[in-house]
């Protein structure tokens, strides 16, 4: 079946740095890809679409200069969280749509646990 | 942004129990969707929904998508202990790819 991989699993990093996590689709290529927040308890926010190479679409409220999304593969998509605050410490997950696949098609990510101190 | 109502938020049963819950909308979705999350992972999709008053099964799962469109329900009979874990609700709208999810019930079964 379809995998997304997600790396790294879990970082710690101290505010005022910058933290990148990857999003592979393992065995399939997407043309998009998705990335969620989940806080405790809560459920999963979408953030922004990232289609491969072109620019992401940001939701309303997430910053775009402060969540950089790359997308230069059809199997790899990044985030970026610049400058954390502890603010940010979340789960990170993304999602991966099989190219040409229908719009409910997407495998998840183990997901990418932050804390910033 | 927009959610869907899921309840309840919390389940704890007993191993055989059968479970439902159910997620309910203001708007219209196109496609209802559930998914399991064990901890510190990603949701797996479990069944998907594409047509109103379509009942599905999987297994012990059974879900159905609301005459309505506006609402979805998911059962689980003789639960076990790998029930264990958090369920969503997810939908999506006609000519939309955005997910939008449920709050997510958590589900503890007792052996």
């Known amino acids: 079946g379809a995998v997304v991989s997600q790396h790294p699993s879990w970082v710690i990093c101290k505010s005022g740095t910058s933290v990148k996590i990857e999003c592979r689709s393992l065995?399939?290529?997407?043309?998009?890809m998705f990335w969620y927040r989940q806080f405790p308890k809560q459920s999963l926010m979408l953030m922004a679409t990232?289609?491969?190479?072109?620019?992401?679409?940001?939701e309303q409220g997430v910053e775009k200069d402060k969540f950089l999304i790359n997308h230069a593969s059809l199997t790899l998509s990044t985030l970026t969280v610049t400058s954390a605050h502890p603010e940010d410490s979340s789960f990170y997950i993304c999602?991966?749509?099989?190219?040409?696949?229908?719009?409910?098609?997407?495998?998840f990510g183990p997901g990418t646990r932050l804390l910033v101190l | 942004g927009q959610q869907l109502n899921q309840s309840p938020q919390s389940m704890f049963i007993q191993e055989g129990e059968d479970v439902s819950m159910n997620c309910t909308s203001s708007?219209?979705?196109?496609?209802w969707l559930w998914y399991k999350q064990d901890p510190g992972e990603g949701p797996v999709l479990l069944i998907a929904?594409?047509?109103?008053?379509e009942l599905t099964s999987n297994g012990r799962l059974t879900a159905q998508f609301g005459i309505t469109r506006k609402d979805s329900f998911l059962n689980i009979s003789a639960s076990i202990p790998s029930d264990v874990g958090i369920y969503f609700c997810?939908?999506?709208?006609?000519?939309?790819?955005?997910?939008?999810f449920g709050k997510g019930m958590k589900l503890t079964v007792n052996p």
């Open positions: 999602s991966a749509r099989l190219a040409g696949g229908p719009p409910e098609t997407q495998y």
């Open positions: 065995d399939f290529q997407a043309t998009t």
């Open positions: 990232s289609n491969e190479g072109s620019k992401a679409t940001y």
């Open positions: 708007s219209i979705f196109n496609t």
């Open positions: 929904l594409y047509k109103a008053g």
């Open positions: 997810a939908a999506l709208k006609g000519g939309s790819e955005k997910l939008v």
